[in-house]
């Protein structure tokens, strides 16, 4: 049996931290600045706007 492979995006990986991370707003804003890091340019914009549609309560993809 072949081990399963997982492809996770870094902007996968961050989206899901970030989420987790909603309960400290110091933690998440460090963990925010960090993605930058990581992230190429398009990558960036999609993680603004996946994070501008969760604070505005809508259901983000």
Do not use: C, N, V
């Not at 072949?2 to 987790?20: G, Q």
């Amino acid at each position: 049996m072949k081990p399963r492979e997982f492809k996770t995006t870094m902007l996968d990986y961050f989206k899901a931290l970030l989420k987790i991370l909603q309960f400290d707003a110091a933690l998440f804003k460090k963990e925010y600045r960090k993605s930058f890091q990581y992230l190429e340019p398009t990558e960036r914009k999609e993680l603004k706007s996946w994070l501008r549609q969760l604070s505005e309560g809508e259901h983000p993809k």
